[in-house]
């Protein structure tokens, strides 16, 4: 027998195709008329159940046909993955929303722009000796020296006054990092973050007084500080003994006197920026033996951190490198902004060890330049790029969703069919025989 069927917008009715109808399709068809034939006996239809009106259509409009709510079967699961992925949904949208927020640090090398002709040293550092015994000395690979006891300026100090002000060896344990980390330039190492640079550089530009003498105190250690210009190549810095490593006239030190231990507050290149925190920063270093040889190789790399890169483009090729020193930046004037430091990060390695008697003992400071320079960017995406994302993060939350929540129920019916050991239900449009739908009723 095959059943016909006749739809309606409220309902639906079997109606049979044949003349010999059985029971079950008699029942439904005498339950299905009466229910139709008392709709249509208060004279009523779908448009008695809706408002009229413009308004009333486009709120009603639906592009998208739904499954009406008596062909839908509810799970008590189907609640739980509701709340898991809206959880879900809402936390990565943040983490989302959150990695926009603060941007992305790039870190990109090139060719320095700009010619390189003069190259900013600032130093500050204190040796245990005293000031009239030491003698101060640059040299690059062109040749050429500078006297930088003349350019630098030297303050007799003492050499507790430096201790304990937060200072620590150089290549220091992690421990000896953490112990430290109420001091400025210390602690834990972390990640570059362009805005703390920014913001470092605001700060003043000037080095430190050296703190006063008391009383009938004999000062017995040099405060070497100041700034110098050399050559932009390749050269050394050396702090000797007077009389010793350069021909002086002059009375014979005794090398009972020689002690060079020392702290280093500052050792950078380029423009000053005092707040900015470089290798040897903060450091000291002390010996017990008159003839000791500190050596330090310096590889100094010329950076900027900007978080505006693309104005970097417009560099003029032909002016001294902005991150020469204060004259390049003087050349520069439009670069220098809120936006931009430039300045020059350099690698560090000691070789110290003792020396006999007949070699020159001393702080010896090698600096090579490298020819390639750092940029370090922090950039922000536009906000169409970051709905891209968002709708793709809770478009691919909502798909991977479904696809669990249909292998979980899928896995739980057929535990409940091995259970009970009977098969799935069947569907409302499943072929059927009458003995099955007589069954049914019963």
């Known amino acids: 027998m095959s059943l016909g069927l006749l739809w309606s917008a409220h309902d639906f009715v079997l109606t049979p195709t044949t003349p010999n109808a059985p029971p079950i399709t008699s029942a439904l068809r005498s339950i299905s008329t009466a229910t139709m034939n008392g709709f249509a006996d208060k004279g009523l239809d779908e448009s008695h159940f809706e408002s009229n009106g413009p308004i009333s259509a486009v709120k009603s409009f639906d592009a998208f046909p739904k499954v009406k709510p008596s062909y839908t079967e509810k799970t008590s699961s189907g609640s739980a993955w509701t709340i898991l992925l809206i959880c879900a949904s809402v936390f990565l949208t943040w983490s989302e929303v959150k990695r926009w927020w603060v941007g992305e640090t790039t870190h990109t090398f090139s060719v320095e722009q700009g010619v390189g002709h003069d190259l900013q040293i600032n130093m500050d550092l204190v040796i245990a000796m005293r000031c009239d015994d030491l003698h101060v000395n640059l040299q690059d690979a062109s040749g050429d020296r500078i006297l930088a006891g003349t350019a630098l300026k030297k303050d007799p100090t003492l050499w507790g006054q430096w201790v304990g002000s937060g200072k620590g060896k150089l290549g220091a344990s992690k421990q000896e990092r953490l112990d430290l980390s109420g001091y400025p330039g210390f602690g834990e190492y972390r990640e570059e973050d362009v805005h703390d640079y920014l913001g470092a550089a605001k700060g003043s530009k000037k080095f430190k007084k050296t703190p006063g003498l008391p009383r009938r105190g004999e000062p017995d250690s040099c405060r070497i500080f100041g700034t110098m210009h050399t050559n932009k190549v390749q050269g050394d810095f050396h702090i000797t003994a007077r009389g010793h490593g350069y021909m002086e006239f002059g009375q014979h030190l005794d090398h009972s006197t020689f002690n060079f231990s020392h702290h280093v507050n500052e050792l950078s290149f380029g423009p000053f920026y005092p707040s900015l925190t470089n290798p040897l920063d903060n450091t000291v270093a002390t010996t017990e033996s008159h003839f000791y ?52 990060q350099y690698a560090v390695t000691e070789q110290s060890h003792p020396v006999p008697e007949n070699h020159v003992p001393g702080v010896f ?69 009458p003995a099955d739908d007589s069954k049914r009723l019963m």
């Open 293 to 344: 040889k500190y050596q330090y190789y310096l590889s100094v790399v010329p950076t900027i951190y900007t978080t505006f890169p693309k104005s970097l483009r417009s560099i003029d090729k032909y002016h001294e490198s902005p991150s020469s020193g204060s004259d390049g930046l003087e050349q520069h004037p439009h670069r220098y902004s809120k936006n931009h430091v430039f300045t020059n």
């Open 365 to 433: 400071v090698k600096f090579d330049i490298e020819p390639i320079m750092l940029t370090i960017a922090e950039e922000w995406s536009s906000v169409p790029k970051l709905f891209v994302r968002l709708v793709n993060v809770v478009s691919g939350i909502l798909v991977a969703g479904g696809w669990c929540f249909q292998l979980t129920e899928f896995v739980r019916d057929l535990r409940r069919s091995k259970k009970s050991g009977t098969q799935a239900t069947d569907g409302i449009l499943s072929p059927t025989t």
